[in-house]
């Protein structure tokens, strides 16, 4: 029994989907997504909702997954996914530069030239020192900003580096140096 499967996605006004050859595409007010998803399982619509209904019980490992990757496609088109960084640290910031390349200062001897894939735009604030990335594709916004992420993971003493907005850390006691 899957729980996540067995919910239905509601379909907003709209947006439309077609299913066809282990394909489903979504369209929406803000772009088009197309999703492969995994044999057997049929998506079926029923009241305004798409119902994601699996085949056999061979199949009950993807069927939460594949109601999971077309509501997230859903969510995408309509009201769009986006995941903020927070830059912490002397001199650490991120400007724009043009329309799809962002460039970081963060403490190494040269600035980092970070481009941005289609479909992915990045908002610096004015104090440039927060990320917003967005788009339509979770997955691709989600390896947007693990990308940005990774070009100074938070350090363990001092906190510094790139992390995500509410992102707990734990800070490290230094040395404990002689008394």
Do not use: C
């Amino acid at each position: 029994m899957s729980r996540i499967g067995n919910k239905p996605i509601p379909l907003p006004a709209g947006v439309k989907y077609t299913h066809a050859g282990g394909k489903v595409v979504v369209e929406g007010p803000k772009g088009k997504i197309e999703q492969v998803i995994p044999e057997g399982i049929k998506l079926e619509t029923k009241d305004g909702h798409i119902h994601a209904i699996r085949e056999t019980e061979k199949h009950a490992a993807v069927h939460g997954l594949t109601r999971a990757l077309v509501f997230n496609a859903v969510e995408g088109v309509t009201k769009g996914w986006s995941k903020d960084l927070d830059i912490v640290g002397i001199g650490y910031r991120a400007e724009l530069k043009g329309k799809d390349m962002v460039v970081f200062t963060l403490g190494y001897s040269h600035p980092i030239e970070f481009p941005l894939p289609t479909g992915i735009t990045a908002v610096i604030d004015p104090k440039q020192t927060r990320v917003t990335v967005s788009g339509i594709d979770r997955q691709k916004v989600g390896q947007v900003a693990a990308d940005m992420r990774s070009l100074r993971k938070p350090d363990p003493y001092k906190n510094k580096g790139v992390r995500y907005v509410g992102e707990k850390l734990k800070k490290k006691a230094g040395k404990a140096g002689s008394k």
